[in-house]
């Protein structure tokens, strides 16, 4: 019978890959050879279990970890590899190995079953009988039991973290600083652990109280209060950025710090937690009445409690004023905006800002427009050098962006540009991998010949006790030992090749898509935004040089044989411009 190998490790914190992995691979193997089976594939994935299954697969990198196990995919390739008869069955060290999600774990034995193909554990009767399905069934109950039990006691101890005044994690309010304290654990304090209270900042807190005053007392709205705070950033110094909005620019304010500073109930010194709610598909903000507050204050209040409910009272006031405000009207916007198509929407960057560009309906043609100054003020722009007005015309951007698709992707010639960048980026990669591949091969060959010379001296001399039989002994010892080192050297080398394609799959790919340079000309916008969805294309314009840099994602999927490429795709490799960098085009 022949086995696919599935292993599962949960996170890289909580578990060592490099260790775990192989320890699932040895139990299974292990069982396959007292069953007189046959290993022939190994699929394995770094990512929590409870992850519903469609959602799986976006785990942690294998090429990160030192993994001496060859990968021929995840839970999905496994899938997809069953439909093709590569295995007869399916093996994993523990059934919770193969997800903590009961309903996910029996939809995936459901569509093994109905491959004819067996799905088992090291820890279960390699049996399919009426008593091996109850045993895994417990087994499963008791996997998800373990994992919301431990769910709910984490949260438990959350909530009595709050309500006893320390800070849970996440980043600091603004106004705010942390307060180290020794841990009340004397086993996490003698191992230099800290918990955290939350203090007043001198310089920030009384600009807290501030931006409350002038939205909730004096009137002013979001934008009067950003610009306020941008005019003078050296005595109002803004919040430290979020990761995706980190760029070259000064740091300002935006109106969506002030609204995420107004609707933080921290300031009233009372502890909160839960208010966020990260799920997919789900509100952002949660209710109020599933927040987590604590029974008193816990730290000084930058706000009386009262002035922080004012906050609805004014967003309520200010929402019903702008409902009542005439709509002004467009001539170019006759046709109603829910009909109008951009095809490059979210797909077009600011060079200096880094935030996507909208697209917006001006002087009868689609424009691509940065928001820098509608989120940050006109003060921001003037003290961070960005243009007030930032866009560019759609037909701009088509004309270069369908010479860069027929150059690098379509037109015959493609193959050549990207040899060209083949040889200066991402082969090197490869080629150190297989030349260290071809010396430890001819290092081993070489010891097995050394090997079959020593067993040929040997064979000269009848007598065991011969000083060369006892030499050629000793030396195949000696050679015995770099064998199994080189071997092994071998097989890690083998598990860990380059993070980047093989240059010579990325060559086939390419060639295998057709010329399609006239037809780009010919493409309705929805096929055009279909191209660039399946292509993953992405654009950034940089006004101050005129320069829009373009690139795209090809996949290892089948490539397209009409003007609309397949959607699906799996493992991706960049083709930016010339290959591996972004083709920059001069406007």
């Avoid at 000309?521 to 005129?546: C, G, M, S, W």
């Amino acid at each position: 019978m022949r086995f696919a190998f599935y292993g599962r490790v949960s996170t890289e914190d909580a578990q060592d890959p490099s260790l775990s992995i192989p320890r699932q691979l040895s139990a299974c193997e292990r069982v396959i050879r007292e069953s007189g089976g046959e290993l022939v594939a190994r699929y394995w994935d770094i990512e929590s279990g409870r992850k519903s299954l469609n959602a799986r697969g976006d785990g942690a990198g294998a090429e990160r970890f030192a993994v001496a196990v060859p990968r021929d995919g995840g839970i999905h390739d496994l899938l997809r590899a069953a439909t093709g008869g590569s295995f007869d069955a399916v093996i994993v060290e523990s059934i919770d190995r193969l997800s903590r999600m009961t309903a996910d774990a029996t939809r995936i034995e459901r569509e093994l079953e109905q491959l004819d193909i067996g799905l088992f554990a090291t820890d279960e009767p390699m049996v399919a009988n009426a008593t091996a399905v109850l045993t895994r069934r417990v087994k499963q109950g008791v996997a998800e039991w373990y994992v919301r039990d431990l769910i709910e006691k984490s949260r438990r101890g959350m909530e009595e973290s709050v309500r006893q005044g320390w800070h849970t994690g996440g980043p600091v309010p603004y106004g705010y600083q942390l307060e180290p304290h020794l841990h009340p654990n004397p086993h996490k304090a003698r191992e230099g652990k800290r918990k955290h209270r939350l203090v007043t900042d001198p310089v920030r807190g009384p600009i807290v109280r501030m931006i409350f005053e002038d939205y909730c007392l004096n009137g002013l709205g979001l934008g009067a209060i950003c610009e306020k705070l941008n005019r003078d950033l050296d005595r109002y110094p803004p919040p430290t950025r979020n990761k995706k909005d980190e760029n070259d620019l000064r740091p300002t304010w935006s109106r969506s710090q002030i609204q995420a500073m107004l609707r933080n109930p921290k300031y009233t010194g009372f502890n909160v937690w839960g208010r966020h709610d990260k799920r997919r598909g789900r509100p952002f903000i949660r209710p109020r009445e599933h927040w987590v507050w604590s029974a008193e204050p816990t730290h000084e209040p930058l706000i009386p409690r009262e002035l922080f409910e004012l906050v609805e009272e004014c967003a309520a006031r200010n929402e019903q004023q702008a409902k009542l405000t005439e709509a002004k009207h467009y001539v170019q916007r006759s046709g109603g905006r829910s009909a109008r198509l951009y095809p490059l929407r979210g797909r077009v960057r600011c060079a200096l800002c880094g935030r996507r560009m909208s697209g917006s309906h001006q002087k009868g043609a689609n424009w691509y427009r940065c928001q820098f100054v509608d989120r940050h003020g006109v003060a921001a722009a003037e003290a961070t050098g960005h243009p007030r007005v930032l866009g560019i015309r759609e037909d701009v951007v088509f004309a270069e962006l369908f010479d860069f698709l027929s150059r690098r992707l379509f037109t015959p010639g493609r193959l050549d540009l990207l040899r060209d960048d083949l040889a200066r980026t991402a082969a090197g990669g490869w080629d150190e991998h297989e030349a260290e591949l071809a010396k430890l091969r001819c290092a081993l060959a070489d010891v097995d010949r050394a090997l079959y010379r020593q067993t040929l001296r040997m064979e000269e001399h009848d007598d065991p006790a011969h000083p060369v039989v006892a030499l050629a002994k000793r030396r195949i010892v000696e050679l015995t030992a770099e064998h199994d080192r080189f071997a092994r050297d071998l097989a890690s080398l083998e598990a860990r090749p380059p993070s980047d394609l093989h240059p010579e799959s990325i060559e086939a790919m390419l060639e295998a898509i057709p010329d399609l340079s006239e037809t780009l000309a010919e493409l309705e916008p929805p096929e055009i935004a279909q191209l660039l969805e399946d292509f993953d294309v992405e654009l950034t314009y940089n006004k101050h040089e005129r320069t829009l840099q373009l690139a795209a994602t090809l996949a290892l999927d089948t490539p397209p044989e009409t003007a609309r490429p397949p959607r699906r795709r799996s493992h991706n490799c960049d083709i930016a411009g010339a290959g591996f960098e972004p083709a920059t085009s001069g406007l």
